[in-house]
């Protein structure tokens, strides 16, 4: 029997980040079971360079394009596109899946094969809560703009990125959540549940005891959502976690930029900075709990699935656990303000009871939603209605172009 062959894109290759973690899960579940070709839009692009970022100008804020998709102008774009064609006129797939919605800043027009886009986290999503952040404050006209401002860049990055993902058959999106945000901003192609999974690295953590009450953050620092979230953490919850349990350490791993230098508040007491590291199995083994104290971005959070995978604890701030479906007290320790984080991380470090608890519910969490065969799944049933709805198009050119215009949840 004939296997289904598959183009898949990506922007570029990801490596170790949080981006080409899922792309690894995807090409092996793609592979399994069909012809697969991945190729990554530089690839195709050659020696058509993004330009450099837009300025801040400004009435920037007013331009349609946000910061992420300004980086062609329409005569590279018809070229990068004709390069692209010729590569699918070669390759002859019968479905195309474009991995993130900053691919299709490259596209100004559907391709000629029927495509999926994997939106594994919403930009408009993650603008705004970036925005908010230096916007939110007291009252003033000063105030008053700039919350304005925020809401008219949002509305328009949210209409260009709905415009473009309109552009391809079907979406793929990693929760619940970010599915009902875009059917609720009007989105009518079809969506399904693809969530982010890891796999186990060995058998759960069975002792619970106290390891030096070290608190993890892993994550790149090249990730704006990851720095904000840890200086965040070290200016507002830190110092009260040192007072009450001075032993207490903070260990960060992961990459740092060459162009990013650490503040002050990276200089406190109990503060490792590690960086990159090979092997994070003797960091997790060294973990007493995992800290998530993120207050921007979207999608959900590998670091978290990793830790359930292990079945470490987990604490949280509510954006860094969205998504996830968790349990409140069951499967982490969650809490918005400094204070409330404080006690929880606190109460967590001091408790042997409580980091088994919600290690153990951590890893059923894991066990019974994000290991890799529930991701897989909804991969190859969604490809199946993917090509399904293309033979019936091409039996029927002139029937309907998607399944009804309704949106599938599958997962």
């Known amino acids: 029997m004939t296997?289904?062959?598959i183009l898949f894109l990506a922007e570029d290759r990801h490596g170790a980040t949080g981006a080409g973690l899922r792309n690894r899960v995807l090409l092996e579940a793609l592979g399994r079971r069909y012809d697969l070709t991945a190729i990554s839009m530089a690839e195709v692009a050659g020696d058509m360079a993004p330009r450099p970022r837009a300025g801040s100008g400004r009435f920037r804020f007013l331009d349609?394009?946000?910061?992420?998709?300004?980086?062609?102008?329409?005569?590279?774009?018809?070229?990068?596109?004709?390069?692209?064609?010729?590569?699918?006129?070669d390759l002859a797939p019968h479905l195309a899946i474009v991995s993130h919605a900053t691919a299709l800043s490259w596209l100004d027009a559907p391709l000629s094969v029927p495509t999926i886009l994997d939106a594994y986290?919403?930009?408009?999503v993650a603008r705004r809560r970036q925005l908010e952040t230096g916007a939110s404050g007291g009252g003033g006209l000063r105030s008053v703009a700039r919350r304005w401002r925020v809401g008219v860049e949002v509305t328009l990055a949210r209409r260009y990125e709905l415009a473009a993902m309109h552009r391809v058959d079907r979406a793929w999106v990693c929760s619940d959540l970010d599915r009902r945000l875009l059917l609720d901003r009007g989105y009518r192609r079809p969506v399904a549940v693809v969530p982010n999974t890891v796999a186990a690295a060995g058998d759960p953590r069975g002792d619970f005891g106290d390891r030096g009450?070290?608190?993890?953050?892993?994550?790149?620092?090249?990730?704006h959502a990851n720095r904000d979230g840890v200086s965040w953490f070290?200016?507002?919850?830190w110092p009260g976690v040192l007072r009450r349990r001075p032993s207490a350490r903070f260990v960060v791993v992961g990459k740092r930029p060459e162009w990013w230098t650490p503040g002050g508040e990276f200089r406190q007491d109990g503060v490792e900075?590690?960086?990159?590291?090979?092997?994070?199995?003797?960091i997790w083994v060294e973990a007493d709990l995992l800290v998530?104290?993120?207050?921007?971005?979207?999608?959900?959070?590998?670091?978290?699935?990793?830790a359930w995978s292990r079945g470490v604890p987990v604490v949280?701030?509510?954006?860094?656990?969205?998504?996830?479906?968790?349990?409140?007290?069951?499967?982490?320790?969650?809490?918005?303000?400094?204070?409330?984080?404080?006690?929880?991380?606190?109460?967590?470090?001091?408790?042997?009871?409580?980091?088994?608890?919600?290690?153990?519910?951590?890893h059923e969490r894991w066990r019974g939603c994000y290991a890799p065969q529930h991701a897989e799944t909804v991969i190859q049933q969604d490809c199946e209605r993917a090509l399904g709805a293309a033979n019936e198009r091409a039996r029927d050119p002139k029937g309907r172009t998607d399944d009804g215009g309704t949106a599938d949840k599958v997962g």
């Open 64 to 89: 349609p394009k946000p910061v992420w998709a300004r980086r062609f102008d329409a005569a590279d774009r018809r070229r990068w596109r004709a390069a692209l064609e010729r590569r699918i006129d």
């Open 234 to 237: 070290l200016r507002r919850v």
């Open 292 to 306: 998530c104290p993120l207050r921007v971005g979207s999608g959900t959070r590998l670091k978290i699935l990793e």
């Open 213 to 223: 009450g070290v608190v993890l953050f892993v994550g790149t620092l090249g990730y």
């Open 316 to 362: 949280s701030t509510p954006v860094g656990i969205e998504g996830l479906g968790h349990a409140d007290g069951r499967e982490a320790s969650v809490a918005a303000s400094p204070a409330v984080l404080t006690d929880r991380l606190v109460e967590v470090l001091g408790s042997e009871e409580q980091r088994e608890r919600l290690g153990r519910g951590g």
């Open 3 to 5: 296997r289904s062959r």
């Open 273 to 282: 900075l590690r960086g990159f590291v090979d092997d994070l199995e003797p």
């Open 121 to 124: 986290d919403l930009l408009w």
